[in-house]
Structure formats: C-alpha cells, structure tokens
C-alpha cells in the first residue's frame, strides 16, 4: 500500500498544499515521497522481486529524466532550475509508478483524489458565499489555476459516477470566468465524444465558437497583449537555447534579457502557454519527447482520464496550470492512468540483497539530505530577511552565511547579503562604510553570476562601484549588462 499512498500524496494532497508553489510544501512532499520509496524499495528487496514498467516507458522516461538534467545543470540560473527539477522528476516517476498499481490500488487513488477534490470544491463555495469572492480561487493560488484544477477533477467525478461532486465542478468554474478552462473543456468534449455521444460533440463545438468569438472580442485587451508579448519571449528563449533551454522554471528570471518583448516591461512568472514555456525551459529535444508520449494518450481510447489530459492541454494554450507542481502532478496521474498494470519485474537473488538494501537506503538519505539542506536553506534566508527588516544586521548576516554554506547557488541569498552590508555602511564610520562597500560589492558580483539576467542587481552594483570611487570598474560593469541583457 506504499505506493498508491505516495502516488496519492502527490495526485491528491499537492492540489490542496496551495498547489505545492510554496517551497516548505515542496520540500515536505519530497521528503515524504523519499522516504516512502526508501522503505517500499527495501521491502520489494526482501520479498525478492522489484517491479518494473515496460521496456517504452523505461526508455521514455529515462531519456526524459537525461535532457531534464543536462538543462538543468547546464542552466545560467542553476539556483532555479535545479529545484523545479526535481518537480518534474516526481512527476514522471508517477508514469513508472502505474505500472506497479493494480485496478484496485488506482481504484484507491481515485478516492484521495474524490476527497481533495470535495474539498477543493467546498472551500470554493465557501469562498464565493460566506467570504463575498466574486471569483474565488479555493486552496489554489488564484481562479485560473483552480479553474485547470476542474478540468482535471471533473472527468474523475464522471468516471467514479459522483455526480454531485461534477455539477459542484462545472458550477464553481462558472464563478472562475475562465474562458480558456470553457475552451478546453468544450475542445476536449468536441474531439473525443464524436462518436459515442455526437450531440455532446456538438454541443462542445457550438461552446468552442462561443469561447473563440469571447476571445476574439479581447484581442486589444491587456490581458490578450500581455500573453502575446510572454509568448514571443518564451519561444525568443527556445530558439536561443533549442538543445537544452534555459533551465525548468527559469521564464521569469530570464524574461529581462528580452524585455523588449514583454508588453510595456510587464514581467510575469510563467509564459502563460505550457508548450512555449516547456521548450523554453527544457529545450527542442525533450520538448518533442515529451509531448509525444502525450500524443499516445490523447489517441488512446476508452479512457475517462484522457478527456483530463486533453482538456488540460487545451486550457495551457492560455494558462499556466502545469507550471504549479501540484496540478502538474494531477495532470501526470491523469496521463499515467491509460499505461496497462504490469507483472513485469526482476528477481533479486539472496546474495545480492544485502548490497540492493544498502544502495537503496544509501540513496534515500541521500535525497533526504538534500531536500532537507535546500529547505535549511530556504528557511535560513527567511530567518535573515526578517532580521534585517528589524535592524539585527549581524544576526542577518550570520544566517546568511549559513544559507550561503547550505546552497551556494540561491541567487536570492547575495542579494540580502548585499543589502545587508549597504545599510551597515550608512551607520558606519567612513573606513568601516568603505569595507561594507566593498563586500556589498562582493556579493552583487555573485548575484549576478547567479542570475544575469536581473537589471536592478547590475544597476545596483554599478552604483556601489561609483560609490567607491571606482567608475571605471561602474563602466565595466554596464557593459557586462548590455553582453547578458542584450535585448
């Protein structure tokens, strides 16, 4: 029961954890995940047999999990990239994970994610009556993810014959005035009810017209010019890098470099468009791998989920829902659900089980470390911003210095160390002013190797410089802006 609980954990309970955007939530996912594996491993190495998927999936995955990494350790923004990484990898083991759940373990999957979904449609109606929310969001970070959300639980209420459960869907979407989630929806009703329910067809393509004649009506808006200008960024980002990309989660952070693109300097931190944001961040290659595999599922038959995947996929053509985790692990679950139950595995003699028991573990705490020192870390950084809004600047900088010393590629980090120090250099003598200059250049410098794609932090760094009297080393420094931020 291991594994349909930690397929659930993700699936069902990474919605309702403000759809896992938080990192606290994040890491506490992925030590729960670790942790479970760990002990499911060590006990399929005692029974003697360790399942696998299919010889497909393993390639598609493993190729998979091969162009995420090279993106991610090959990103200009490493400190980004690397943990949305492991986002994605959670995301994928689920496709491997079916493989080794029987109709009655996804059966109990379903119901976690009936629960969540309950809950997620209750707090909506709760939000819209008793808090006076016009649209409301429920546990989700705003209307237009929650919005996806729907499409995602919708055709699992259908499946599992909870009707009231679909009709409080389809009624909280209406709140939503999402007409990319309608779009989706009817599209996905349009293309896979043709032949078994040709009215239903019909009557998604007559909402599919509605949608595009709303749409259309919206063309001059902000809200149409804004994702344009995102979109012409993301794919400006895809052809600069097409091997590899930028890095996964790196559109916002890279989105100055081609800020003549976004509309009136408007930034964002998602593309506003899955598929143009994937080749973004991943690259051609894996862009293609991807989507294929989903290809497989859009055309499979039979299958409740597949209405999800297609609805969701139509939806991201205008929205950012894959980009939260915990919607992007539904959507997985979604996807995952038409690979067939396997009895496929490998048999692990007695002699080698102690040395599969001691890889297994090893590898766990491994994970578990690192999950831990990245959420240290994180937790650190907080620690010090607080102290430095309250004027405890040596305490701030002490718990920098551990945050610098458990992740050293948090682009975030230097940059308080650096406004740390220039606040210390206004209350300090001229000698001791000179030395915080100094060390707040130091950590601008690292800042900007981090991320060089953020304009204040060479701005800011120039003027340190010319602070110090040094304007040659401030010309310098513009220059190596205009290389990095060449748009």
């Not at 403000?18 to 506490?28: E, I, V």
């Not at 083991?93 to 379903?110: C, P």
């Not at 919607?327 to 599969?356: E, H, M, Q, T």
Request: one cysteine or more.
């Amino acid at each position: 029961m291991i594994l349909p609980a930690l397929v659930a954990l993700l699936a069902a309970a990474g919605p309702l954890l403000r759809g896992s955007w938080d990192l606290w939530a994040q890491a506490l996912l992925h030590l729960l995940v670790i942790s479970g594996l760990t002990l499911w491993a060590l006990s399929r190495i005692v029974v003697g047999f360790l399942p696998l998927p299919s010889n497909r999936v393993m390639a598609w995955s493993g190729v998979l999990v091969a162009l995420a990494a090279l993106s991610s350790w090959t990103s200009p923004v490493p400190g980004f990239a690397r943990p949305a990484f492991f986002v994605f990898v959670e995301g994928l083991w689920i496709f491997a994970a079916m493989a080794a759940l029987s109709k009655d373990e996804r059966t109990l999957i379903d119901q976690f994610i009936r629960v969540g979904a309950w809950l997620l449609m209750a707090l909506a109606f709760h939000e819209r009556w008793s808090l006076g929310l016009e649209r409301p969001a429920s546990a989700l970070l705003n209307q237009n993810i929650y919005a996806g959300a729907v499409l995602l639980l919708l055709p699992l209420a259908l499946e599992r014959g909870d009707w009231l459960l679909a009709f409080g869907l389809l009624w909280s979407l209406l709140w939503t005035k999402s007409a990319g989630a309608w779009l989706g929806l009817a599209g996905a009703l349009a293309l896979t009810q043709r032949r078994e329910r040709p009215i239903l067809a019909k009557l998604g393509m007559a909402v599919v017209v509605i949608c595009a004649i709303v749409v259309y009506g919206r063309l001059d808006t902000p809200e149409v010019l804004h994702r344009w200008g995102w979109w012409k960024a993301a794919w400006a980002m895809a052809v600069a890098r097409p091997l590899t990309g930028y890095g996964p989660g790196s559109f916002a952070y890279v989105l100055p470099a081609y800020r003549d693109l976004a509309p009136y300097g408007l930034y964002s931190l998602y593309a506003h468009q899955y598929f143009l944001e994937t080749m973004a961040g991943f690259g051609f290659p894996f862009a293609i791998v991807w989507f294929t595999g989903l290809w497989r599922v859009v055309v499979s038959e039979g299958h409740y989920k597949r209405f999800a995947v297609i609805a969701m996929l139509l939806h991201s053509l205008w929205d950012y829902t894959l980009a939260i985790p915990g919607a992007f692990w539904l959507f997985c679950y979604c996807a995952a659900s038409a690979i067939p139950d396997s009895s496929r595995g490998v048999n692990i003699p007695s002699a080698y089980k102690p040395v599969a028991a001691a890889l297994a573990l090893g590898l766990g705490l491994a994970l578990t470390g690192g999950v831990w020192t990245l959420w240290s870390a994180d937790r650190a950084i907080a620690q010090a911003s607080v102290a430095f809004e309250e004027g405890r600047l040596d305490e701030a900088s002490h718990r920098l210095e551990t945050a610098r010393r458990l992740n050293p590629l948090d682009a975030d980090r230097p940059l308080l160390a650096a406004a740390v120090e220039l606040r210390g250099a206004a209350t300090r003598t001229p000698s001791r002013g000179y030395g915080s200059l100094l060390a707040a250049a130091s950590f601008l410098e690292e800042a900007v190797a981090l991320n060089p794609f953020r304009v204040a932090t060479w701005t800011e760094l120039a003027s340190v410089y010319r602070a110090m009297g040094r304007g040659t080393l401030a010309t310098q420094v513009e220059a190596r802006a205009a290389a990095a931020l060449p748009r």
